[in-house]
């Protein structure tokens, strides 16, 4: 079986754990506004779709699909009061705040010109000199790829690993970095989540999520230590290039990866502006549901960060396409009651994609996709998949 054959039946696999989670994510999803009358004599409690509604009256579709008016006291009520209307899909893309969402893309703006000056700096770490002009180019290049022309896929890391090796000889490093770029983004992100689920209300989960966040930043620390521990590196790591194949191409990429870490100050200042990138992009997702109208109420804003950067966790496992329906059954999870409807959180996981969306298709004009079409293989058979 061919890499080509092997990298197909990868991505069916994905299609279809993709397709799973999204029909999980979507169970009991109502398009459109439902709502439930009160029990009668000769009925019990109907659930009918809500085709309008004002202070007096709502108006429903009976099955004939024929409008009937109903006195608004018919309208059943929940424990605490409140009419069992549940709106749908639509009336929750249709209700979003326009202001909220504009201030959400504004926010999302700077995201790729940090994220290309972090590339930039961690290049340099590895003597690999490119303009500030450059980063930016490839950066959104990548960034086009992996959320418009091949969704989910790896084509924006390919795409910056060629761009960046036009500028070097040292190829392998410049791969090892684009590896490092994506660790030390998750780095950022596992610091907000974590620093949130501490900060917000004394909801056990987001204990639960800051402990295991807070754990895996301890495990990237220790792998660093070990990396560049010289004995332990000498008499393990050293040790275990020998048996494996590819010697040479293991001591760069391990090479490399000390020369990253012992630039102690920039490898800090990469982390910071990680860090700052994630709150603006997390950020953006908690201005995202407060233009849907979810509950902010008491100490709940601060919860929305905490879930909303685990939500961007989850939807980093490369099990799905770009995370679609994993990061949905995370909001679900999260946010489904207590915050918002089943509408509510799922508009949230579209809007967020679509910031991604917007700030990747500038990367268009600096993407020549048959260049890049033509190059891919001879970077892979060069590099490795």
Same mark, same amino acid.
């Given at each position: 079986?061919?890499?080509?054959?092997?990298?197909?039946?990868?991505?069916?696999?994905?299609?279809i754990?993709?397709?799973?989670?999204?029909?999980?994510?979507?169970?009991?999803?109502?398009?459109?506004d439902?709502v439930?009358?009160?029990?009668?004599?000769?009925n019990?409690?109907?659930?009918?779709?809500?085709?309008?509604?004002?202070?007096?009256?709502?108006?429903?579709?009976?099955?004939?699909?024929?409008?009937?008016?109903?006195?608004?006291?018919?309208?059943?009520?929940?424990?605490?009061?409140?009419?069992?209307?549940?709106?749908?899909?639509?009336?929750?893309?249709?209700?979003?705040?326009?202001?909220?969402?504009?201030?959400?893309?504004?926010?999302?703006?700077?995201?790729?010109?940090?994220?290309?000056?972090?590339?930039?700096l961690?290049?340099?770490?590895?003597e690999?000199?490119?303009?500030?002009?450059?980063?930016?180019?490839?950066?959104?290049?990548?960034?086009?790829?992996?959320?418009?022309?091949?969704?989910?896929?790896?084509?924006?890391?390919?795409?910056?690993?060629?761009?960046?090796?036009?500028?070097?000889?040292?190829?392998?490093?410049?791969?090892?970095?684009? @590896?490092?770029?994506? $660790? +030390? /983004?998750?780095?950022?992100l596992?610091?907000? !989540?974590?620093? &949130?689920? *501490?900060? %917000?209300?004394?909801?056990?989960?987001?204990?639960?999520?800051?402990?295991?966040?807070?754990?895996?930043?301890?495990?990237?620390?220790?792998?660093?230590?070990?990396?560049?521990?010289p004995?332990?590196?000498?008499?393990?790591?050293?040790?275990?290039?020998?048996?494996?194949?590819?010697?040479?191409?293991?001591?760069?990429?391990?090479?490399?990866?000390?020369?990253?870490?012992?630039?102690?100050?920039?490898?800090?200042?990469?982390?910071?502006?990680?860090?700052? @990138?994630?709150?603006? $992009? +997390? /950020?953006?997702?908690?201005?995202?549901?407060? !233009?849907?109208? &979810?509950? *902010?109420? %008491?100490?709940?804003?601060?919860?929305?960060?905490?879930?909303?950067?685990c939500?961007?966790?989850?939807?980093?496992?490369?099990?799905?396409?770009?995370?679609?329906?994993?990061?949905?059954?995370?909001?679900?999870?999260?946010?489904?009651?207590e915050?918002?409807?089943?509408?509510?959180?799922?508009?949230?996981?579209?809007?967020?994609?679509v910031?991604?969306?917007?700030?990747?298709?500038?990367?268009?004009?600096?993407?020549?996709?048959?260049?890049y079409r033509?190059?891919?293989?001879?970077?892979?058979?060069?590099?490795?998949?």
């Open positions: 079986m061919t890499k080509r054959q092997k990298k197909h039946i990868f991505t069916v696999l994905r299609i754990i993709c397709v799973v989670f999204v029909a999980l994510a979507v169970q009991g999803l109502s398009i459109h439902k439930t009358l009160k029990a009668d004599s000769s019990g409690e109907r659930v009918c779709r809500l085709a309008g509604e004002d202070d007096a009256t709502v108006t429903i579709l009976t099955q004939d699909g024929e409008e009937q008016v109903v006195p608004r006291e018919n309208v059943a009520v929940d424990s605490e009061g409140s009419e069992r209307i549940e709106r749908g899909l639509g009336t929750a893309f249709k209700s979003s705040n326009p202001v909220y969402l504009f201030l959400a893309i504004a926010l999302f703006a700077p995201v790729p010109l940090i994220q290309s000056l972090r590339f930039q961690m290049l340099r770490a590895q690999i000199e490119l303009t500030y002009w450059e980063s930016v180019k490839i950066t959104m290049g990548g960034n086009f790829l992996n959320f418009v022309f091949l969704i989910g896929s790896t084509a924006g890391d390919v795409f910056k690993a060629y761009c960046t090796t036009l500028h070097t000889e040292r190829k392998t490093e410049a791969v090892t970095t684009i @590896l490092f770029d994506r $660790v +030390v /983004g998750l780095s950022g596992l610091v907000v !989540a974590g620093l &949130m689920s *501490f900060t %917000g209300s004394a909801d056990p989960m987001l204990r639960k999520l800051g402990v295991f966040a807070l754990v895996m930043l301890g495990i990237f620390l220790l792998g660093a230590w070990m990396i560049t521990a004995k332990l590196s000498e008499l393990v790591l050293q040790k275990m290039f020998a048996r494996l194949p590819g010697i040479e191409y293991l001591k760069r990429i391990h090479g490399a990866t000390e020369r990253l870490i012992r630039h102690r100050p920039m490898l800090l200042l990469c982390l910071f502006l990680a860090v700052v @990138l994630q709150f603006m $992009v +997390v /950020g953006a997702g908690v201005l995202c549901a407060r !233009a849907l109208h &979810m509950d *902010f109420s %008491g100490d709940k804003a601060w919860d929305y960060f905490a879930y909303i950067g939500g961007h966790m989850v939807a980093a496992i490369p099990i799905s396409l770009m995370g679609i329906g994993t990061m949905e059954i995370a909001y679900k999870q999260f946010f489904l009651g915050y918002g409807t089943l509408p509510q959180l799922l508009c949230l996981a579209i809007w967020v994609r910031l991604q969306l917007i700030w990747s298709l500038p990367g268009a004009l600096f993407t020549s996709v048959s260049q033509q190059q891919e293989k001879e970077l892979e058979d060069e590099l490795g998949e």
